[in-house]
């Protein structure tokens, strides 16, 4: 015996377009919930990646007023060892402080112009 329903059966893919327009409004907050979540997310690792390069500014800065304080005193100081001359990973920690700088020097130019 066969069950006579006097509605059709629904179907998922064949949707009315009441339903789908209740549809698009769901889509445009689930990708601006992305794209908000997405930039947060970055504005973040930004954040963290500026305090990890102002702390190593600052230590470099500080290393560099001490060897300044010392020769002032008539110290004998060995500037090279101090500021790790021959010593490739901090060599390297130089040279991509030199780097950040070009690129803070084009950045600046830019805003003025």
Do not use: C, Y
């Not at 907050?29 to 979540?37: E, R």
């Not at 930039?39 to 600052?58: G, N």
């Not at 005193?73 to 021959?86: C, H, I, M, P, S």
């Amino acid at each position: 015996m066969a069950f006579a329903t006097s509605q059709p059966v629904f179907h998922p893919l064949e949707a009315t377009p009441k339903e789908s327009k209740q549809r698009i409004p769901l889509l445009f907050f689930v990708i601006m919930g992305l794209l908000v979540g997405s930039a947060s997310l970055q504005l973040l690792r930004q954040r963290d990646e500026f305090v990890a390069f102002t702390k190593e500014t600052d230590e470099k800065l500080a290393l560099l007023r001490e060897v300044v304080k010392r020769i002032q005193n008539g110290e004998n100081v060995d500037v090279e060892k101090v500021l790790g001359t021959g010593d490739p990973t901090r060599e390297k920690e130089w040279e991509q402080g030199k780097e950040n700088d070009t690129i803070s020097e084009f950045a600046m130019r830019d805003q003025d112009n």
